[in-house]
């Protein structure tokens, strides 16, 4: 069983579309993040939610919204998509919003690709 | 803002060879991780260190924890082609969220 599961895993659309990614996982964990990872592999946390609280807002575009039904799910939606957008977005979870000394697990990934 | 520096940027070495790369921060970290990425993966947690001088292994990994906490170091011996990757540190910022280095990419030349 996977522990945190992403949809799709590859994803092309083109500009100005509304796309969404979607995040599971099963490890019974409080809290989950989106991460994103440019072209040079630099990971940079985007959000977090805590029991479907949003703890953690970076300085993301409002293009972006983070929707939580449930604490074993996190997506991500993303309205008007941009060229600049093209990245691998990466989701998390953690045991609580504490434990980030213990590390996080990470999904596979969702390639992003606006052309 | 804060920073974790990672070299070398990248390295190309012999399948048997020991590599040794490091972190270095412009702030004081409580703990230091290690995290693995595979191509076309998720980063995986290797080692965690928790006490400043601390000393860990995992297989062929060892990693430390600096004396000053501004930087950490990771070793692998005997590298085999599975070594293969992206090498991030990380660590908890002030908003008790990961944040990471700027990656060392290792290649294994059977």
């Known amino acids: 069983d996977t522990a945190v599961s992403q949809t799709p895993k590859y994803l092309v659309t083109q500009m100005g579309n509304d796309k969404s990614i979607k995040c599971e996982q099963n490890?019974?964990?409080?809290?989950m993040y989106w991460y994103k990872q440019d072209s040079k592999k630099f990971l940079k946390i985007m959000f977090s939610y805590n029991n479907k609280e949003l703890i953690i807002n970076e300085t993301v575009p409002n293009r972006f919204s983070p929707k939580s039904p449930d604490k074993a799910h996190l997506n991500l939606h993303i309205n008007s998509l941009e060229l600049g957008d093209s990245a691998v977005y990466f989701c998390a979870s953690s045991q609580d919003a504490t434990t980030a000394n213990y590390g996080y697990t990470f999904g596979s990934g969702t390639r992003l690709t606006v052309v | 803002g804060q920073q974790l520096n990672q070299s070398p940027q990248s390295m190309f070495i012999q399948e048997g060879e020991d590599v040794s790369m490091n972190c270095t921060s412009s702030?004081?970290?409580?703990?230091w991780l290690w995290y693995k990425q595979d191509p076309g993966e998720g980063p995986v947690l290797l080692i965690a260190l928790y006490k400043a001088g601390e000393l860990t292994s995992n297989g062929r990994l060892t990693a430390q924890f600096g004396i000053t906490r501004k930087d950490s170091f990771l070793n692998i011996s005997a590298s085999i082609p599975s070594d293969v990757g992206i090498y991030f540190c990380a660590g908890p910022s002030g908003a008790n969220n990961l944040f990471f280095g700027t990656g060392t990419r290792l290649t294994v030349i059977p």
């Open positions: 702030s004081i970290f409580n703990t």
């Open positions: 490890l019974g964990h409080d809290t």
